[in-house]
């Protein structure tokens, strides 16, 4: 009890200090800092127009930004100024610090430097937001250390010069603000341009490349390359480019923002109002604009703005970012007679031509374009009725406008020429916040002593009778294993979720009456929280778990999210008792269903993708990669709907990312059955030992048949039996359908869909490949499942 009382006093003191040492909202001085933790950590300007402070971007991913404060809604905002935008900070402990020696600095979590402006003063230094959406760090005598203004993302505001040395880049995408592939800027012609610097082609294109910049309006003649909007709408380059806005006059919101799509626009917007219109844009027709959507790919022009689709017989590379652009779904080798021309109408690739051949039959075209193994051709004909012949080494550039007067004509293998013939897919060129950027950032684990030393410094800082209070606690909880003690207060400062005592979840179960399940070293027990919640207690053996062993899955468990993984409320540590407390899963896990009526075979599906998705999350996307190594049907938990949630993570691992041979894995983990064959022959263990289980789990969903049916004991070779005997039918098959026949779950025999089964079956052998780098990852594996998913 005493052990609690004090961490409890360390942590309330903890608390208070932090609060002290956190900022105001007018400007911050040396020594104090704005946290992320806390959404009123932000600075405002005088005049209440602008804020700075941390903005969300993802799932547990922040920028440090400057933004209008109208609309206040936070996913209403409009960005000015980003510090990281390539680098987001953590949700937890983030920080940006005026330092003493007047270095600003924004570091994440774990004290990792994210960004600085590097300036050093000996003199009180400021950080202030001023009237123009300027963030100033500045002396009190009025010397400017550094500002916002010399450093530009994608926007200048009123009276901001753009200079030699700043260049505005894009977004990537409405929803994504990392740089983007565009860039205003003065080149080296002294001239503002726009520049495609994509994944595979650079182009400038405005102004148009053909053009002389005179012609233009352009003069490279003045070197002084500065350019200026003022806050009446007037826009004035040395180049000579200068003009102004449609509601050119004073009163209003301004910025120029180079947007993701490309183009230059300047937006205006009353004081009042939430939208902001455009009142100038660098040109009106996005077709001047090269490579938006990637190759082999068409960019569409509708009423509804830009449609990206990948041109027939071609599909997506990357399902998020069309950057990437289309790959062909079929393999045509060179100099393969089975080919045909699939004609694209209103269809212009530009550039990549492997010559110009004019007054061409369409026929003739054909042969010339097969002889040059071409991807297709372009054919056009102009004023005078000639048909010109553009044979295309490769496909970029693409566009569809009903004003172009050629044809492109496709290359496709001939078998599939009728599949392909049918009108294009317009799919969206559409980011619109759907998915969220992931925090891509790999965190050490705070050491125990790391933290005692966090301590004894803060110790010294508190004063008088505190500290020698303090002292006597340290002393205390140093006879009673220190970083286990501390440990606790620090975890319940940094993760939401509560401490019970014994007696409530005691109480919650009845005295532990109701047992619902046992498994990773505890019994599982349901219990009814004192505010009616229904939550599963899983009660860990006390021999087979220790303190640390403990800490480490509250803190593992603490610190993931995803909504199909079980979620963690609150634990309990006292004395001996070590005690986890979950959300109640009304149907149990799918151990207890295989053989239910209600397992229908959509939900089997929808139990593989979840499931998919969550190791996919586990392995690949949070911040601390792990390792289930134990993936069971035990282990994959129901809802009330039966979705899937992952739990136990009793035997889990958190790995570096790519930390292949872990000596610490020195004992066998994981049951029986499911195992993978590297922990058995001693090899490295990877985040593919949790893949391979799965696909034994997949099979068993599929057939319905235990991996550790008629398996006797000891033997490695017993456990694959399951994976043996579906391979064997699979040979012996004469179809695909006769295989799945043969191998399906007689549960759901003839009552499923039999592609879909036949997927999830292809899926599982892959995974329990014996060498593990021939099985796919969890990502891929969700791709392959969603893939097939779209198709139907
Ligand atoms: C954001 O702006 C849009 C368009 O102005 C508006 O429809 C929407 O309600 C706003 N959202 C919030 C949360 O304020
Ligand atoms: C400012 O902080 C950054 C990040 O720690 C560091 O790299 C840089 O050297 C510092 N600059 C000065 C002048 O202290
Ligand atoms: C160059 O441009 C700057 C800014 O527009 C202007 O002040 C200056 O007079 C120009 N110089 C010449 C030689 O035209
Ligand atoms: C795609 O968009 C274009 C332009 O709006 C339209 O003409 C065409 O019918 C659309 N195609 C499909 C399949 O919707
Ligand atoms: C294309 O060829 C590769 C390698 O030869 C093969 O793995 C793949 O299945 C083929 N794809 C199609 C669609 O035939
Ligand atoms: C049409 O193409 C032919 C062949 O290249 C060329 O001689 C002719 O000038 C072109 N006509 C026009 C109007 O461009
Ligand atoms: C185009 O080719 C045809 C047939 O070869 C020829 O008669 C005609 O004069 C050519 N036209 C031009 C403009 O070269
Ligand atoms: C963007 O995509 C989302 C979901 O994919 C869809 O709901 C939304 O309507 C799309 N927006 C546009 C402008 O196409
Ligand atoms: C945002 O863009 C960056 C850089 O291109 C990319 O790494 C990241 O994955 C993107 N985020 C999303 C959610 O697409």
Not at 268 to 288: K, L, M
Not at 760 to 774: F, G
Request: charged letters at 20%.
């Amino acid at each position: 009890m005493g052990m609690s009382f004090f961490s409890l006093l360390l942590l309330s003191l903890v608390l208070s200090f932090s609060q002290l040492a956190s900022s105001t909202s007018q400007a911050l001085s040396k020594g104090s800092y704005l946290s992320v933790e806390k959404p009123e950590d932000v600075l405002v300007s005088p005049n209440g127009q602008f804020s700075a402070g941390f903005h969300p971007v993802g799932d547990n991913a922040y920028c440090f930004a400057i933004w209008f404060s109208k609309p206040p809604d936070v996913r209403n905002r409009t960005m000015v100024w980003i510090a990281n935008r390539d680098e987001p900070v953590n949700g937890k402990r983030s920080k940006l610090s005026l330092l003493k020696n007047g270095n600003l600095t924004l570091t994440d979590a774990d004290k990792l430097q994210v960004w600085a402006t590097g300036t050093v003063s000996v003199s009180s230094v400021q950080l202030q937001l001023y009237d123009t959406g300027n963030l100033v760090l500045i002396t009190l005598e009025r010397v400017i250390l550094w500002q916002s203004f010399d450093s530009v993302t994608d926007t200048i505001l009123p009276n901001q010069l753009l200079t030699q040395s700043t260049k505005l880049v894009s977004s990537r995408s409405p929803s994504n603000y990392s740089s983007g592939f565009y860039t205003f800027f003065f080149d080296n012609d002294n001239v503002l341009r726009l520049l495609y610097d994509g994944r595979e082609i650079s182009s400038a294109y405005w102004p148009p490349p053909w053009t002389v910049s005179w012609k233009a309006g352009r003069t490279p003649a003045n070197n002084s390359r500065i350019a200026i909007l003022d806050s009446s709408g007037h826009f004035q380059s040395s180049d000579g480019l200068e003009f102004w806005s449609a509601d050119y006059g004073e009163k209003l919101q301004r910025r120029l923002t180079l947007d993701s799509d490309g183009n230059v626009r300047v937006y205006s917007r009353e004081e009042e109002t939430e939208t902001w219109a455009v009142t100038w844009q660098a040109f009106s027709s996005p077709g001047v604009i090269h490579g938006v959507c990637g190759p082999n790919s068409l960019c569409i022009y509708a009423p509804t703005g830009l449609t990206c689709s990948c041109i027939p017989g071609y599909k997506m590379i990357n399902r998020i970012d069309w950057s990437y652009g289309c790959e062909p779904e079929f393999n045509l080798s060179c100099n393969d007679g089975q080919v045909g021309f699939l004609k694209l109408a209103h269809v212009e690739f530009y550039g990549y031509d492997l010559g110009f051949f004019p007054n061409y039959t369409l026929e003739s075209c054909k042969k010339l374009c097969l002889h040059f193994c071409c991807a297709g051709f372009q054919y056009k004909t102009n004023t005078s009725g000639i048909n010109n012949c553009f044979p295309k080494s490769s496909l970029l550039n693409g566009q569809r406008s009903p004003s172009f007067g050629g044809d492109l004509y496709l290359k496709l293998p001939e078998a599939a020429l009728s599949l392909y013939d049918k009108p294009i897919e317009n799919l969206s060129l559409n980011c619109s916040g759907e998915i969220r950027q992931q925090l891509d950032r790999k965190y050490m684990k705070r050491r125990k002593n790391e933290l005692l030393r966090f301590m004894l410094w803060f110790a010294c800082a508190v004063g008088g009778v505190e500290m020698i209070c303090f002292f006597l606690v340290m002393c205390f909880l140093a006879r009673n294993q220190i970083p286990g003690a501390i440990m606790q207060g620090y975890l319940l400062a940094a993760t939401g979720f509560k401490k019970f005592t014994y007696a409530e979840l005691k109480k919650a179960t009845r005295n532990f009456s109701e047992e619902i399940g046992r498994g990773g070293g505890g019994v599982v027990y349901k219990g009814i929280l004192s505010d009616h919640r229904v939550v599963a207690i899983k009660r860990l053996n006390e021999a087979n778990q220790g303190e640390a062993e403990f800490l480490a899955e509250v803190s593992t468990i603490g610190k993931l999210n995803h909504m199909n993984l079980i979620e963690m409320w609150g634990y309990c540590a006292e004395g001996k008792h070590r005690l986890l407390v979950y959300e109640y899963m009304e149907h149990g896990s799918l151990a207890d269903n295989l053989s239910s009526v209600a397992l229908d075979w959509e939900k089997r599906f929808e139990i593989a993708l979840g499931t998919a998705k969550c190791l996919a999350y586990l392995h690949e996307e949070c911040l601390e990669w792990v390792l289930h190594c134990d993936v069971k049907p035990q282990n994959i938990l129901l809802d009330s709907n039966y979705h899937p949630k992952v739990a136990d993570f009793g035997l889990s691992k958190l790995l570096n990312r790519g930390g292949l041979n872990d000596s610490s894995f020195s004992t066998i983990r994981g049951t029986r059955g499911y195992m993978a064959p590297e922990w058995v022959f001693n090899l490295p263990i990877t985040s593919k030992v949790d893949v391979y289980s799965y696909g034994i789990v997949v099979l068993e969903m599929v057939t319905g048949k235990s991996p550790m049916t008629g398996v006797e004991s000891g033997g490695d070779m017993e456990q694959r039996r399951l994976v043996a005997w579906v391979r064997e039918k699979m040979n012996g098959a004469a179809t695909m359908a006769s295989w799945m026949e043969e191998i399906i779950d007689p549960m759901i025999e003839g009552k499923h869909d039999t592609s879909k089964m036949e997927t999830l079956a292809a899926v599982a052998l892959r995974c329990v490949e014996e060498d593990r780098d021939e099985r796919p990852t969890m990502s891929q594996v969700v791709e392959m499942l969603l893939r097939h998913e779209n198709d139907h």
